[in-house]
Protein backbone atom coordinates (compact mmCIF):
# COMPACT_ATOMS: atom_id res chain seq x y z
CA UNK A 1 0.00 0.00 0.00
CA UNK A 2 1.28 3.44 -0.97
CA UNK A 3 -0.21 6.45 1.33
CA UNK A 4 0.45 9.86 0.60
CA UNK A 5 -0.43 11.87 3.48
CA UNK A 6 0.09 15.44 4.21
CA UNK A 7 -0.64 16.84 8.05
CA UNK A 8 -1.81 20.65 8.27
CA UNK A 9 -2.46 21.96 12.03
CA UNK A 10 -5.71 20.43 12.88
CA UNK A 11 -8.50 22.75 13.05
CA UNK A 12 -11.54 22.06 15.27
CA UNK A 13 -14.87 22.83 13.71
CA UNK A 14 -18.49 22.22 15.06
CA UNK A 15 -20.20 19.43 13.38
CA UNK A 16 -22.24 20.41 10.38
CA UNK A 17 -25.94 19.76 10.30
CA UNK A 18 -26.94 17.09 7.22
CA UNK A 19 -29.85 15.82 5.51
CA UNK A 20 -30.74 14.03 2.72
CA UNK A 21 -32.60 16.55 -0.05
CA UNK A 22 -35.66 15.02 -1.52
CA UNK A 23 -33.85 14.46 -4.91
CA UNK A 24 -31.26 12.26 -4.08
CA UNK A 25 -32.12 9.24 -4.96
CA UNK A 26 -30.58 6.04 -4.70
CA UNK A 27 -27.06 5.89 -6.95
CA UNK A 28 -26.86 1.77 -7.27
CA UNK A 29 -29.62 2.43 -10.19
CA UNK A 30 -30.71 -0.32 -13.20
CA UNK A 31 -28.89 2.15 -15.10
CA UNK A 32 -25.83 2.37 -13.37
CA UNK A 33 -25.55 -1.51 -12.72
CA UNK A 34 -26.51 -1.63 -16.44
CA UNK A 35 -23.76 0.44 -17.26
CA UNK A 36 -20.86 -1.97 -15.54
CA UNK A 37 -22.42 -4.87 -16.98
CA UNK A 38 -21.74 -3.42 -20.30
CA UNK A 39 -17.83 -2.12 -19.06
CA UNK A 40 -17.25 -6.06 -18.22
CA UNK A 41 -18.43 -7.58 -21.21
CA UNK A 42 -15.98 -5.25 -23.11
CA UNK A 43 -12.97 -5.73 -20.32
CA UNK A 44 -13.22 -2.02 -20.10
CA UNK A 45 -10.00 -1.58 -18.12
CA UNK A 46 -10.63 1.32 -16.17
CA UNK A 47 -13.06 2.76 -13.81
CA UNK A 48 -13.36 6.18 -12.14
CA UNK A 49 -16.14 6.52 -9.03
CA UNK A 50 -16.59 10.21 -7.80
CA UNK A 51 -18.66 11.55 -4.92
CA UNK A 52 -21.77 12.67 -5.36
CA UNK A 53 -22.97 14.87 -4.71
CA UNK A 54 -19.77 17.19 -4.99
CA UNK A 55 -18.39 19.54 -7.01
CA UNK A 56 -14.85 18.63 -6.26
CA UNK A 57 -15.76 14.81 -7.40
CA UNK A 58 -17.50 16.00 -10.16
CA UNK A 59 -14.21 18.10 -11.26
CA UNK A 60 -12.23 15.04 -10.61
CA UNK A 61 -14.73 13.21 -12.53
CA UNK A 62 -13.78 15.69 -15.59
CA UNK A 63 -10.38 15.63 -15.42
CA UNK A 64 -10.64 11.69 -15.46
CA UNK A 65 -13.27 11.68 -18.55
CA UNK A 66 -10.54 14.61 -20.24
CA UNK A 67 -7.65 12.63 -19.59
CA UNK A 68 -8.93 8.85 -21.14
CA UNK A 69 -10.65 10.45 -24.08
CA UNK A 70 -7.46 12.21 -24.54
CA UNK A 71 -5.74 8.97 -24.89
CA UNK A 72 -8.53 7.24 -26.27
CA UNK A 73 -8.79 4.48 -23.69
CA UNK A 74 -12.08 3.04 -22.41
CA UNK A 75 -12.72 4.09 -19.03
CA UNK A 76 -16.31 4.03 -17.25
CA UNK A 77 -17.38 6.51 -14.93
CA UNK A 78 -19.94 6.85 -12.43
CA UNK A 79 -21.38 8.25 -9.36
CA UNK A 80 -20.61 6.94 -5.89
CA UNK A 81 -23.11 7.96 -2.97
CA UNK A 82 -22.62 7.31 0.42
CA UNK A 83 -26.25 6.71 0.87
CA UNK A 84 -26.69 3.56 -0.76
CA UNK A 85 -23.24 2.59 -2.38
CA UNK A 86 -22.35 0.82 -4.87
CA UNK A 87 -21.00 -3.15 -3.76
CA UNK A 88 -17.59 -4.91 -4.85
CA UNK A 89 -19.83 -7.55 -6.39
CA UNK A 90 -21.22 -5.10 -8.93
CA UNK A 91 -17.23 -3.59 -9.85
CA UNK A 92 -15.25 -6.53 -9.64
CA UNK A 93 -15.82 -7.26 -13.57
CA UNK A 94 -13.22 -8.88 -15.95
CA UNK A 95 -10.63 -6.70 -17.44
CA UNK A 96 -10.58 -4.04 -15.05
CA UNK A 97 -7.18 -3.01 -14.40
CA UNK A 98 -7.18 0.64 -13.13
CA UNK A 99 -10.11 1.93 -10.53
CA UNK A 100 -9.85 5.76 -9.41
CA UNK A 101 -11.53 7.02 -6.09
CA UNK A 102 -12.38 10.36 -6.51
CA UNK A 103 -12.63 12.65 -3.29
CA UNK A 104 -13.97 9.71 -1.46
CA UNK A 105 -11.91 6.22 -0.01
CA UNK A 106 -14.58 4.01 0.03
CA UNK A 107 -16.56 2.40 3.42
CA UNK A 108 -13.98 0.84 5.55
CA UNK A 109 -12.35 -2.31 4.05
CA UNK A 110 -13.82 -1.12 0.18
CA UNK A 111 -11.11 -0.26 -1.51
CA UNK A 112 -8.89 -2.97 -0.08
CA UNK A 113 -11.94 -6.15 -0.97
CA UNK A 114 -12.24 -4.65 -4.60
CA UNK A 115 -8.40 -5.20 -5.31
CA UNK A 116 -8.45 -8.71 -3.77
CA UNK A 117 -11.38 -9.38 -6.29
CA UNK A 118 -9.81 -7.94 -9.07
CA UNK A 119 -6.48 -7.16 -10.85
CA UNK A 120 -7.16 -3.43 -10.85
CA UNK A 121 -4.84 -0.79 -8.87
CA UNK A 122 -7.01 1.17 -6.63
CA UNK A 123 -6.05 4.54 -6.14
CA UNK A 124 -7.84 6.82 -4.07
CA UNK A 125 -8.11 10.94 -3.21
CA UNK A 126 -9.17 12.62 -0.35
CA UNK A 127 -8.71 15.36 1.45
CA UNK A 128 -10.63 14.80 4.73
CA UNK A 129 -9.03 14.29 8.10
CA UNK A 130 -12.29 12.25 9.07
CA UNK A 131 -10.97 9.25 6.22
CA UNK A 132 -8.00 8.67 8.13
CA UNK A 133 -9.91 6.17 10.39
CA UNK A 134 -10.93 4.77 7.32
CA UNK A 135 -7.75 3.39 6.28
CA UNK A 136 -6.22 0.04 6.63
CA UNK A 137 -2.98 -0.41 8.29
CA UNK A 138 0.22 -1.27 5.60
CA UNK A 139 0.01 -4.46 7.41
CA UNK A 140 -3.16 -5.98 5.85
CA UNK A 141 -2.62 -3.98 2.82
CA UNK A 142 -1.23 -4.70 -0.74
CA UNK A 143 0.90 -2.47 -2.88
CA UNK A 144 -2.49 -2.39 -5.53
CA UNK A 145 -3.82 0.04 -3.13
CA UNK A 146 -2.64 3.63 -3.23
CA UNK A 147 -4.46 6.67 -0.95
CA UNK A 148 -3.30 10.39 -1.66
CA UNK A 149 -4.79 11.82 0.86
CA UNK A 150 -3.92 15.47 1.39
CA UNK A 151 -5.13 17.55 4.00
CA UNK A 152 -3.99 20.67 2.62
CA UNK A 153 -4.88 20.06 -1.15
CA UNK A 154 -8.90 20.06 -2.27
CA UNK A 155 -9.48 16.21 -4.41
CA UNK A 156 -10.56 17.81 -7.35
CA UNK A 157 -6.98 20.04 -7.49
CA UNK A 158 -4.86 16.85 -6.25
CA UNK A 159 -6.99 14.78 -8.93
CA UNK A 160 -6.29 17.28 -11.62
CA UNK A 161 -2.66 17.14 -10.74
CA UNK A 162 -2.25 13.77 -10.86
CA UNK A 163 -3.82 13.28 -14.75
CA UNK A 164 -2.04 16.37 -15.94
CA UNK A 165 1.27 14.95 -14.99
CA UNK A 166 0.33 10.95 -16.07
CA UNK A 167 3.45 10.22 -18.21
CA UNK A 168 1.43 9.03 -21.16
CA UNK A 169 0.22 12.43 -21.38
CA UNK A 170 3.52 13.73 -21.61
CA UNK A 171 4.29 11.61 -24.81
CA UNK A 172 2.77 12.66 -28.27
CA UNK A 173 0.40 10.31 -30.00
CA UNK A 174 3.15 8.98 -32.46
CA UNK A 175 5.47 8.78 -29.79
CA UNK A 176 8.37 11.13 -31.33
CA UNK A 177 7.80 14.24 -29.16
CA UNK A 178 5.78 16.16 -26.13
CA UNK A 179 2.24 16.41 -26.43
CA UNK A 180 0.76 17.95 -22.66
CA UNK A 181 -2.66 19.45 -24.41
CA UNK A 182 -5.19 18.41 -21.83
CA UNK A 183 -5.99 21.59 -21.48
CA UNK A 184 -5.00 24.84 -23.24
CA UNK A 185 -3.33 27.31 -21.31
CA UNK A 186 -6.27 29.98 -21.80
CA UNK A 187 -8.21 26.95 -20.29
CA UNK A 188 -5.73 25.47 -17.99
CA UNK A 189 -5.26 29.08 -16.17
CA UNK A 190 -9.45 29.11 -15.75
CA UNK A 191 -9.42 25.14 -14.31
CA UNK A 192 -6.89 25.99 -11.80
CA UNK A 193 -8.65 29.17 -10.76
CA UNK A 194 -12.11 27.54 -10.09
CA UNK A 195 -10.41 24.94 -8.02
CA UNK A 196 -9.41 27.20 -5.93
CA UNK A 197 -12.70 28.48 -5.37
CA UNK A 198 -13.80 24.49 -4.63
CA UNK A 199 -10.79 23.98 -2.71
CA UNK A 200 -11.43 27.17 -0.52
CA UNK A 201 -14.71 25.83 0.59
CA UNK A 202 -13.63 22.24 0.51
CA UNK A 203 -11.09 23.53 3.27
CA UNK A 204 -13.02 25.68 5.37
CA UNK A 205 -10.44 28.37 4.64
CA UNK A 206 -12.95 31.10 3.03
CA UNK A 207 -10.17 32.96 1.69
CA UNK A 208 -11.14 33.86 -2.07
CA UNK A 209 -12.98 37.20 -3.01
CA UNK A 210 -16.86 36.22 -2.90
CA UNK A 211 -16.53 32.25 -2.21
CA UNK A 212 -19.14 32.36 0.73
CA UNK A 213 -21.27 33.75 -2.53
CA UNK A 214 -20.00 30.92 -4.77
CA UNK A 215 -20.53 28.03 -2.45
CA UNK A 216 -24.37 29.46 -1.65
CA UNK A 217 -24.72 29.58 -5.50
CA UNK A 218 -23.49 26.62 -6.62
CA UNK A 219 -25.30 24.19 -3.68
CA UNK A 220 -28.39 24.32 -6.26
CA UNK A 221 -26.92 22.63 -9.07
CA UNK A 222 -25.05 19.84 -7.12
CA UNK A 223 -28.82 17.68 -8.30
CA UNK A 224 -26.71 18.06 -12.06
CA UNK A 225 -23.79 15.77 -10.75
CA UNK A 226 -25.12 12.32 -11.60
CA UNK A 227 -23.82 11.52 -15.04
CA UNK A 228 -26.14 8.64 -15.35
CA UNK A 229 -29.48 11.38 -15.12
CA UNK A 230 -27.39 14.13 -16.42
CA UNK A 231 -25.12 12.57 -19.43
CA UNK A 232 -24.28 16.30 -20.67
CA UNK A 233 -22.51 16.62 -16.83
CA UNK A 234 -18.98 17.29 -18.18
CA UNK A 235 -20.05 19.19 -21.40
CA UNK A 236 -21.45 21.65 -18.64
CA UNK A 237 -18.65 21.68 -16.06
CA UNK A 238 -16.30 22.53 -19.15
CA UNK A 239 -18.97 25.33 -20.44
CA UNK A 240 -19.17 26.62 -16.88
CA UNK A 241 -14.54 27.14 -16.99
CA UNK A 242 -14.87 28.34 -20.70
CA UNK A 243 -17.74 30.99 -19.99
CA UNK A 244 -16.11 32.28 -16.55
CA UNK A 245 -15.03 35.52 -16.54
CA UNK A 246 -12.49 37.02 -14.20
CA UNK A 247 -11.85 40.62 -13.11
CA UNK A 248 -8.76 42.37 -13.20
CA UNK A 249 -7.11 41.09 -10.28
CA UNK A 250 -7.67 37.66 -11.73
CA UNK A 251 -10.69 37.02 -9.48
CA UNK A 252 -13.55 34.92 -10.68
CA UNK A 253 -17.04 37.07 -11.18
CA UNK A 254 -19.00 35.15 -13.78
CA UNK A 255 -19.33 31.75 -12.18
CA UNK A 256 -21.03 32.94 -8.41
CA UNK A 257 -22.92 36.17 -9.80
CA UNK A 258 -24.83 33.56 -12.64
CA UNK A 259 -25.83 31.08 -10.07
CA UNK A 260 -26.95 33.74 -7.58
CA UNK A 261 -29.09 35.26 -10.01
CA UNK A 262 -30.52 32.84 -11.95
CA UNK A 263 -32.53 29.31 -11.00
CA UNK A 264 -31.55 26.24 -11.62
CA UNK A 265 -33.99 25.77 -14.57
CA UNK A 266 -32.30 29.13 -16.07
CA UNK A 267 -29.19 27.71 -15.61
CA UNK A 268 -29.85 24.62 -17.32
CA UNK A 269 -31.11 26.64 -20.25
CA UNK A 270 -28.42 28.84 -20.40
CA UNK A 271 -25.78 26.53 -20.83
CA UNK A 272 -28.09 24.59 -23.63
CA UNK A 273 -27.98 27.38 -25.52
CA UNK A 274 -24.24 28.44 -25.16
CA UNK A 275 -23.80 24.62 -26.41
Known amino acids: ?36 AKAGAVRTPCLALYNYPSFSGAFSALFAHLFHSRLN ?23 LKRCYFLDFIGPRGFALELSRRTASEIICFDHRKSVLRAMPSAEVCTDKVTFRVDLDKSSSTAAYEYFMSEPELVKSVDGTGVDN ?18 EDGDLRQWRMPHIRAFNMGIRDWTSNMNCISNPRLFEQVSMMIHYS ?17 FSHFMITNLISILL
Open 1 to 36: MAVYLRRSRWRVYPPRRTTVPGWRRSLRSDAALEAI
Open 73 to 95: LPCLILPFSSVVPLRVDDLAFDG
Open 181 to 198: KLLDQKDRDRVELVLKYI
Open 245 to 261: ILNASGHIIYIPLVFIV
